[in-house]
């Protein structure tokens, strides 16, 4: 099975920076689409971000459009979300998470192994 560790969340002023790292096992993690999303109490968890295999390729949510980016590392086997302009409402669960099955995807069905979430509070 793939192993997924997120790490580099904490408590932030709204207007600050972020930046999470996400450590990959797995054999042929160069060929995962990975992806970010985020959970808050009582409702679905959401697509924040995703990236392709080679990097090449990246799709994010209207809501963190222009203000997070993600990355990837293959060699390292790390996928990065930097959050910047943190707003109060970015604050929630984050979770790493990588698809197996596909090179590129949005919807939280299509990804196969998940992280267990890092903590993101954006204080007003």
């Known amino acids: 099975q793939v192993l997924l560790v997120e790490s580099g969340g904490g408590m932030v002023q709204a207007g600050g920076s972020l930046r999470l790292s996400c450590a990959a096992s797995g054999r042929t993690f160069r060929t995962y689409a990975m992806g970010w999303f985020r959970q808050t109490p009582g409702k679905e968890r959401e697509f924040v971000a995703t990236?392709?295999?080679?990097?090449?390729?990246?799709g994010y949510a209207d809501s963190v459009k222009g203000r997070f980016t993600i990355s990837r590392d293959n060699i390292k086997k790390a996928v990065y979300l930097q959050m910047n302009s943190l707003k109060p409402e970015d604050t929630a669960v984050y979770y790493c998470a990588a698809d197996t099955n596909s090179a590129f995807a949005t919807r939280v069905g299509d990804y196969d192994y998940w992280g267990q979430g890092t903590q993101v509070t954006v204080s007003s």
């Open positions: 990236i392709n295999w080679s990097g090449g390729t990246t």
